[in-house]
């Protein structure tokens, strides 16, 4: 069964860093689109930023360009969510997802058909 494995996150203080990796189970994730979305207590899921297969090609929700950087390294068959500034709002489970069907990153989350089960990160004011 394929598999999305978050990790890297934690605890951490108003104006400090985090970052999040994404390992898949399978190396075919390398040819595709990866996000990232978070959800925070009684709130809907929102779009935090993509990234297309190549990399070259990233796009991010407006309140999170700036502070936040998705990469990956298909060598390494890992994304990454670094979270810099990071804020007292930005406390939510983050979850990783793939997209294999689309070839340009999208906030849309019905484009994305694999999930990670999520990592939580809570920023402390």
């Known amino acids: 069964q394929v598999q999305l494995v978050e990790s890297g996150g934690g605890l951490v203080q108003a104006g400090g860093s985090l970052r999040l990796s994404c390992a898949p189970s399978?190396?075919?994730?390398?040819?595709?689109?990866m996000g990232w979305f978070r959800q925070a207590p009684g709130k809907e899921r929102e779009f935090v930023a993509a990234i297309s297969w190549i990399g070259r090609v990233t796009y991010y929700a407006g309140s999170m360009k700036g502070r936040f950087t998705i990469s990956r390294d298909n060598a390494k068959n890992t994304v990454y969510l670094q979270m810099n500034s990071l804020k007292p709002e930005d406390t939510a489970v983050y979850y990783c997802a793939a997209d294999r069907r689309n070839s340009d990153p999208s906030g849309r989350d019905t484009n994305y058909d694999y999930w990670g089960q999520g990592t939580q990160v809570t920023v402390s004011s």
């Open positions: 399978e190396r075919t994730f390398s040819r595709y689109v």
